[in-house]
């Protein structure tokens, strides 16, 4: 059993950055493979980002490409979401999720969930 917790979320002005955190507690994150998922109002909850354990491979969404980047603390038990450049179609809630296994990354079967942080990117 891991719990997550996210943080980091905020109002910012289009074109700025936020950094998104995701700690963990419970168990150690470095056995998970860990994503970003955000759910704007009346949308689905999509993919946005993930990164492998082990070497840490990551994969984005189109959408995010070039503009977002996961990363990883091991010794920390936290995994980041650096998101630059954001647009108001960024504006969702985010929230980090932790699974066994590294394919199927983009699904949103996901067996932990944090909680959720609201970002909100004005015009």
């Known amino acids: 059993q891991v719990q997550l917790v996210e943080s980091g979320g905020g109002l910012v002005q289009a074109g700025g950055s936020l950094r998104l955190s995701c700690a963990a507690s419970?168990?150690?994150?470095?056995?998970?493979?860990m994503g970003w998922f955000r759910q704007a109002p009346g949308k689905e909850r999509e993919f946005v980002a993930a990164?492998?354990?082990?070497?840490?491979?990551?994969y984005y969404a189109n959408s995010v490409k070039g503009r977002f980047t996961i990363s990883r603390d091991n010794a920390k038990n936290t995994v980041y979401l650096q998101m630059n450049s954001l647009t108001p179609e960024d504006t969702a809630v985010y929230y980090c999720?932790?699974?066994?296994?590294?394919?199927?990354?983009?699904?949103?079967?996901?067996?932990?969930w944090g909680q959720g942080t609201q970002v909100t990117v004005s015009s």
């Open positions: 999720a932790a699974r066994w296994t590294e394919s199927g990354y983009a699904r949103g079967d996901y067996g932990y």
């Open positions: 419970g168990r150690t994150l470095s056995i998970y493979t």
């Open positions: 990164i492998g354990r082990g070497a840490g491979a990551t």
